[in-house]
């Protein structure tokens, strides 16, 4: 919503110094809207992006195309994991803190990419298995969203989880192997570390109502469900010569889950249709009230990582392309982002009922229940905490672990202990509950904690 407010603020400017200098000039920030991207996009809400090589920045034709169309960027490669923690607990971030700067002095909100992927891991983490793993990469998921905390619009906490082909199931890869609950595990660490950042799961082959798409959908209801914190889904949309007829509609059925949507690595092959194409996923977008932002995945056609496929909206010399023209006659033609209060529609309730509403009763105080993802070795407990009918101001869950057990990580509570008896305390941002209001931590560790119980204590 603060973005939104700042582009506005930003396009009034915009407009007012256009007019005043005779529309001669376009500037970094008072590009007339209807003219370019940026500002367009800007006049609907909406952001429009590019995926930058943060060594181009010393390009000054790359910077003068990146600087006057878009408000929006995201770092190509410098913010993965093998970036950004080349050594394991070393974290080097001089790539991506580039890219912030240059994004804060030129008006353009960041997109984060990407805290866990399977691919692009650094060499330790790829020969990383099991409870050590899974450890390591909740720790990556903290320490980078905190560094960035406050400086970043939407992060891609999960990238490319879900195979592709006709199952619908999940990837394998070491990520996958530490527990099925590593996604969610992951969304959590990020909104402890970050509580201001859209939190996003990202995939390819997702552009229309298909297997994979559909196996995504389940579970980000799953996660609306269960309170699991995820705020937006990344269609990356790498698109070859044609576009499914339902890309709109799968769009739109992700938003009615009451998450917003994004279209975030746009490129599309070269060749008759790519304009068209342009043109008719922008549309779709500006159809979709939830659909904040598009994302191209480069600048000019030799930006990209896509070699002779030409698939972006500038030539190699920064002139704009048919497929340009498409984008802006789109991005001025749709709908705007309604913007009075509410700015987001009410948050809808999932369209089917919660499988599982909570089991304990609303008690005076607040009860507890666990439940456990083991593996051997090691588990992760997602505990759920219910207000009783006074509510809680504040709320301490304890366990008493069976000896061997150990804790080892924790996400939206405070540990003291790691042994024996440990107990949970609130964060600052959880512990105000409603009455029979429920709110969810957990935590992760080495050994067995099949049998525990917890006690629920509220203040
Ligand atoms: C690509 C980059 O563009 C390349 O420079 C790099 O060599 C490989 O990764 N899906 C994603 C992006 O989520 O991170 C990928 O980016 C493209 C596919």
């Known amino acids: 919503m603060k973005h939104r407010r700042v582009l506005r603020a930003a396009v009034t400017v915009a407009v007012t110094g256009a007019l005043a200098a005779g529309?001669?000039?376009?500037?970094?920030?008072?590009?007339?809207?209807?003219?370019?991207?940026?500002?367009?996009?800007?006049?609907?809400?909406?952001?429009?992006?590019?995926?930058?090589?943060?060594?181009?920045?010393?390009?000054?034709?790359?910077?003068?195309?990146?600087?006057?169309?878009?408000?929006?960027?995201?770092?190509?490669?410098?913010?993965?994991?093998?970036?950004?923690?080349p050594q394991q607990g070393q974290f080097r971030y001089t790539g991506g803190d580039r890219l912030v700067s240059h994004a804060q002095a030129n008006g353009m909100s960041v997109r984060g990419h990407a805290l866990l992927w399977y691919q692009q891991q650094p060499g330790w983490a790829q020969n990383m298995s099991g409870s050590t793993l899974r450890s390591a990469m909740i720790n990556h998921v903290t320490q980078v969203a905190t560094h960035y905390r406050g400086k970043i619009h939407s992060w891609d906490v999960v990238n490319e989880a879900f195979a592709d082909g006709g199952s619908g199931g999940r990837r394998d890869?070491?990520?996958?192997?530490?527990?099925?609950?590593?996604?969610?595990?992951?969304?959590?660490?990020?909104?402890?570390?970050?509580?201001?950042?859209?939190?996003?799961?990202?995939?390819?082959?997702?552009?229309?109502?298909?297997?994979?798409?559909?196996?995504?959908?389940?579970?980000?209801?799953?996660f609306k469900s269960r309170g699991v914190p995820i705020d937006c889904v990344g269609f990356q949309s790498h698109l070859g010569t044609s576009l499914a007829s339902d890309y709109q509609a799968n769009l739109q059925r992700f938003a009615d889950l009451g998450v917003d949507v994004q279209i975030t690595e746009l490129d599309v092959m070269t060749g008759g249709n790519q304009a068209n194409i342009y043109g008719a996923v922008t549309r779709a977008c500006m159809n979709v009230s939830r659909c904040t932002g598009i994302t191209v995945w480069g600048v000019r056609d030799c930006d990209s990582w896509r070699g002779s496929d030409n698939a972006l909206l500038f030539d190699c010399n920064g002139n704009k392309k048919a497929a340009y023209t498409n984008v802006l006659n789109a991005l001025n033609a749709g709908p705007g982002i309604p913007t009075d209060p509410p700015t987001d529609p009410p948050t809808d309730p999932p369209t089917d009922p919660p499988t599982d509403p909570p089991t304990d009763p609303p008690t005076v105080g607040c009860s507890a229940s666990v439940s456990l993802n083991s593996w051997t070795g090691g588990f992760v407990a997602s505990v759920k905490v219910t207000a009783g009918s006074a509510g809680t101001s504040g709320w301490n869950v304890g366990f008493t672990?069976?000896?061997?057990?150990?804790?080892?990580?924790?996400?939206?509570?405070?540990?003291?202990?790691?042994?024996?008896?440990?107990?949970?305390?609130?964060?600052?941002?959880?512990?105000?509950?409603?009455?029979?209001?429920?709110?969810?931590?957990?935590?992760?560790?080495?050994?067995?904690?099949?049998?525990?119980?917890?006690?629920?204590?509220?203040?």
């Not at 952001?47 to 990146?66: E, P």
């Not at 609950?181 to 298909?210: H, M, Q, S, V």
């Open 23 to 85: 529309m001669t000039m376009a500037l970094t920030t008072s590009a007339n809207a209807g003219t370019t991207l940026r500002a367009s996009a800007a006049e609907k809400g909406r952001y429009f992006g590019a995926a930058v090589a943060t060594g181009k920045l010393s390009t000054s034709a790359y910077v003068t195309v990146l600087n006057r169309e878009f408000n929006s960027v995201v770092a190509e490669n410098e913010m993965k994991w093998d970036a950004t923690e």
């Open 401 to 459: 672990l069976p000896s061997g057990a150990s804790v080892t990580n924790t996400w939206s509570a405070t540990a003291s202990g790691s042994t024996g008896t440990v107990r949970f305390a609130n964060v600052n941002y959880n512990g105000r509950l409603g009455a029979g209001q429920v709110t969810e931590f957990g935590f992760q560790g080495t050994g067995s904690a099949s049998g525990v119980t917890p006690t629920c204590t509220a203040s």
């Open 173 to 222: 890869s070491n990520l996958q192997r530490t527990g099925n609950d590593w996604i969610e595990a992951a969304f959590r660490a990020a909104r402890a570390a970050d509580p201001g950042a859209k939190l996003c799961y990202n995939d390819y082959n997702t552009d229309g109502i298909n297997a994979k798409s559909t196996g995504i959908y389940n579970m980000v209801r799953d």
